[in-house]
Every structure is written in structure tokens, then in C-alpha cells.
């Protein structure tokens, strides 16, 4: 079946650092793959899509690649802030999925002062 | 911005009562969705709607479930029967072509 890996253990880094979280699948060959922020008692908010055939995409202090043989997602967060601190959640999504997103764990984000 | 609204934002309601959750999606997008998280747990897919019918259904969403679209703007998640384990934080979506999806705050329904 198919499975959505993300760093199970919080990430706590200093400010200013840059944060890079992992997302691992498996049993998949996704079109696209989608990352979002939550916050406690929120829902998830859309941040960044990449496609299958984009090696690397960026959006201000983002950036995410994808690696479509090694089945691998990595999301960067530069120069990063306390405000970043957050649950991020990475979203494959194939083709013949239906628009229907499947979500990872996500990864609980702290960035200190 | 657009965004999804839902209400309430928090329900609290008894055993075996029915809740109707309520969910006003972004006025140009034709894809809509429910998901809900446990507390402490991932975000998980319930259903998606599109052309006023269910496009796909996950296990969770059995016989005790049901979506509509009653007018046009608002898209409502129905619990006939509530257990204990449906105590949830209820997210609606919505999405156009693009794929990217855009969340309502959610409903925190609490089953006492």
C-alpha cells in the first residue's frame, strides 16, 4: 500500500538556520507533490506544488526538490524564522488519484530565538 | 484571499445525536473535499465531491456519513449516529485546477 514517510522527530534548530525536512514514499509514482504548514487547531495551508518533471522549485525562503528516483522530497526553509515554527506535511498526489491527498505524519517544526 | 469558512467551530454533542457540519468552499473551485484529524494523529481523507456527487470515499466514511451540496455555495458533512471515536478535528477543502487545496479553519466536534 502506499506509505508517506516524514521525519517522525521534531526538529528544533536556532534562528536564522536553515531547516530542511525530509519526505520519503513509497508504492507510488506521483505527479505532483505538495507541501502545506499546520498549526495547532488549524487546518493545513497550501505553501508549494512540484511536479514530477521539476527538479526544484522556490517560493521566498522555500525551496523543495523532488527526486522521483530516489522517492524523496526535501523541503528547505532558509534563513529561518520562530514564526516558522509549525507541522508540515507533505502531500504526494498521483495521477490517477482523484485529487484525493494523502498526508504524511508531518514534521513539528521549532525554530528558538 | 478567498477563503474556506466552516461552522461551527466547535460542537459538542451527544452519543448517537446527529451533527451536520457546515462549509462554505471558494466560490470558483469544483473540487471539494472532507478530511479529519484525531488529536495527535495525521490528517486523513474522509471524501472528495465533484459535479454534485461523491468522486471517491475512504473506509472511514461508512453508512454513518453522508455529504451534500444543497444550494450551489454550501457543502455540509452529515453524522447520522455519533460515536465517541468520531471526536475529531472536521476540515473541508476545496480546490480548482491547480491542485492546491485550500483548508477551512476546521469544526473541533467533541462526542460526550
Known amino acids: 500500500s502506499q506509505k508517506i514517510e516524514q521525519n517522525s522527530e521534531a526538529l528544533n534548530i536556532q534562528e536564522g538556520k536553515t531547516a530542511t525536512l525530509t519526505c520519503n514514499y513509497t508504492n507510488y509514482s506521483p505527479a505532483y507533490l505538495q507541501w502545506y504548514r499546520q498549526d495547532p487547531g488549524r487546518g493545513p495551508v497550501f505553501l508549494l506544488l512540484i511536479r514530477e518533471n521539476e527538479k526544484e522549485k522556490r517560493k521566498e525562503r522555500l525551496k523543495v526538490t523532488f527526486d522521483t528516483t530516489l522517492k524523496q522530497s526535501l523541503f528547505h526553509i532558509t534563513a529561518s524564522q520562530p514564526a516558522d515554527s509549525a507541522t508540515y506535511l507533505c502531500a504526494p498526489l498521483s495521477r490517477n488519484q482523484g485529487g484525493k491527498l494523502i498526508f504524511g505524519q508531518g514534521t513539528e517544526l521549532s525554530v528558538k530565538p | 484571499e478567498p477563503e474556506v469558512t466552516q461552522t461551527p467551530s466547535h460542537q459538542v454533542t451527544q452519543m448517537g445525536q446527529e451533527v451536520i457540519l457546515r462549509c462554505v468552499p471558494i466560490?470558483?473551485?469544483?473540487?471539494f473535499y472532507w478530511y479529519r484529524q484525531i488529536l495527535g494523529q495525521k490528517v486523513e481523507f474522509l471524501v472528495s465531491?465533484?459535479?454534485?456527487?461523491?468522486?471517491?470515499k475512504s473506509e472511514i466514511f461508512d453508512d454513518q456519513f453522508s455529504v451534500e451540496r444543497p444550494d450551489g455555495s454550501n457543502f455540509t458533512l452529515k453524522i447520522r449516529s455519533t460515536k465517541l471515536e468520531d471526536s475529531a478535528m472536521y476540515f473541508c477543502a476545496s480546490s480548482g485546477s491547480n491542485y492546491g487545496y485550500t483548508f477551512g479553519s476546521g469544526t473541533r466536534l467533541t462526542v460526550v
Open positions: 466560490s470558483n473551485h469544483l473540487y
Open positions: 465531491f465533484y459535479n454534485n456527487e461523491i468522486s471517491e
